[in-house]
C-alpha cells in the first residue's frame, strides 16, 4: 500500500494509472509464475516418469492437464486470501523450502539422490502448510526449512546405508 499512496499522492492522474498497472501486473506475474510451473514440473518430474514410453503429443498433454490442475489452485488460492501481499507470499512460500535445499546440495555437494530429494521437498511442503494454516507458527518458512533440510540429510543417510 505504500506503493500505491506515493503514487497517489505524486503521479498526475494518466502515470499514477499506468504505474499501479505495471505493479498489479508484476505480483499477478510473480504468482502465476511460482504456482503454474508447479504443474509442469510435476508433470514433468513426477507423472512422466512413471509413464515410460508416452508419446510426444501425450507428454503435451499431460503437461496441459497439470498446469491446469494447478492453475484451479492458484484460483482457489486466490479466493481464500486476504489480499494479494499474503498471496504472493503464499505462491511464494509453498513448496519453495525444500526446493532450495535439494539445489544447494545438488550444485555443492554429491551428498544425497532422489529420495533425500523426495523427502526434502514432501517435508517442506507439509511442515509449511501445516505451520502456516493449522498451527499459525510465526515463522513456517523458516520451519519447512529447518524440516527439508533434515529429511534430506536423513533421506541421504537412509540411501547410503
Not at 510473480?30 to 514433468?44: E, I, N, R, Y
Not at 513456517?140 to 543417510?157: E, H, Q, W
Request: hydrophobic share 55%; with cysteine; proline share 4%.
Amino acid at each position: 500500500q505504500v506503493l500505491v499512496h506515493q503514487a497517489a499522492r505524486y503521479f498526475p492522474g494518466f502515470a499514477r494509472v499506468i504505474f499501479l498497472g505495471a505493479l498489479v501486473s508484476a505480483i499477478l506475474s510473480t504468482v502465476d509464475s511460482a504456482l503454474l510451473a508447479a504443474g509442469s514440473l510435476s508433470a514433468h518430474n513426477l507423472v512422466l516418469p512413471l509413464m515410460p514410453g508416452v508419446s510426444e503429443p501425450r507428454k503435451v498433454q499431460i503437461n496441459r492437464w497439470a498446469v491446469t490442475f494447478f492453475g484451479v489452485v492458484a484460483y482457489g488460492l486466490a479466493l481464500s486470501t486476504e489480499g494479494v501481499y499474503a498471496l504472493v507470499e503464499e505462491a511464494s512460500a509453498f513448496g519453495t523450502s525444500g526446493v532450495v535445499v535439494c539445489v544447494l546440495f545438488g550444485l555443492f555437494t554429491r551428498f544425497g539422490g532422489t529420495r533425500a530429494a523426495l523427502a526434502s521437498l514432501g517435508s517442506g511442503i507439509v511442515v509449511y502448510l501445516s505451520g502456516q494454516h493449522l498451527l499459525h507458527w510465526p515463522q513456517p518458512f523458516l520451519a519447512s526449512l529447518l524440516a527439508s533440510t533434515l529429511a534430506y540429510l536423513g533421506g541421504a543417510a537412509v540411501e547410503r546405508a
